[in-house]
């Protein structure tokens, strides 16, 4: 059974700070990863996509990387700012055809000014 | 733009009664979710569906059911609803297939009294 791992639970960052956000999945048999935002009692914004075939993706200061062997994803945010505070969500689509994504339970990010 | 929206962001109904949440998307996407959110347990899927009058189940349907009469409409239904079933309410969209990008409402916030 899949299971997504995100490492710390919370963070806490000075304003202007490159930072690295952790995601880990046991079954490397995944067919993407998607990153998404969460802002306090809100919706999931959809960051970035990343395809199996690939090992990174890129949007604006974001980046994101796959390495499937090792079952590890990592979200790097350039010069953080406190508008980048929220709760970021990974999510993997496993084996099979269903659209189905299982989450991780998050990291909550606070940039302080 | 992508747009999926939900009827209501705050909902407050009593035990026993039934309840209706609504989702609407305008990107002619075949598939629909609807996921529950709670703290500690992450986002949960309760059912999906790839075509109109197709659903399947996810991982937490007991409780619930669905109806997609019109491509760009997916309903939850809380037959009876309990106080176990206060939760935020999240509903997602992504062209056909199993593996592409989902994008999410802005949530519902229901609570059972």
């Known amino acids: 059974k899949q299971e997504v791992t995100q490492i710390p639970a919370a963070l806490s960052v000075p304003e202007g700070e490159n930072l690295v956000l952790n995601c880990s999945f046991t079954d490397s048999a995944i067919y993407n990863l998607q990153w998404f935002r969460q802002d306090p009692g809100k919706g999931l914004t959809s960051l970035l996509l990343?395809?199996?075939?690939?090992r990174e993706q890129t949007s604006g200061r974001l980046n994101a990387s796959l390495d499937k062997s090792s079952g590890r994803s990592t979200l790097y945010i350039a010069a953080s700012q406190p508008g980048d505070s929220a709760t970021y969500l990974c999510?993997?689509?496993?084996?099979?055809?269903?659209?189905?994504?299982?989450f991780g339970q998050g990291t909550t990010l606070q940039v302080k000014p | 733009d992508v747009k999926v929206t939900q009827s209501s962001r705050y909902l407050v109904k009593r035990t026993g009664e039934k309840v209706f949440l609504e989702c609407v998307q305008d990107m002619d996407h075949e598939n629909m979710f609807w996921y529950r959110q709670d703290p500690g347990l992450g986002l949960r899927l309760i059912y999906f569906s790839y075509d109109v009058k197709m659903k399947e189940k996810g991982d937490i349907p007991e409780g619930y059911s669905v109806s997609r009469e019109k491509k760009e409409r997916f309903s939850l239904i809380l037959e009876s609803a309990s106080t176990n079933q206060t939760s935020m309410y999240l509903c997602?969209?992504?062209?056909?297939?199993?593996?592409?990008?989902?994008?999410f409402g802005p949530g519902t916030r229901l609570t059972v009294t």
């Open positions: 999510a993997v689509h496993g084996s099979s055809n269903t659209g189905k994504l299982i």
């Open positions: 990343i395809q199996s075939s690939q």
């Open positions: 997602a969209s992504s062209l056909r297939g199993g593996f592409n990008e989902q994008y």
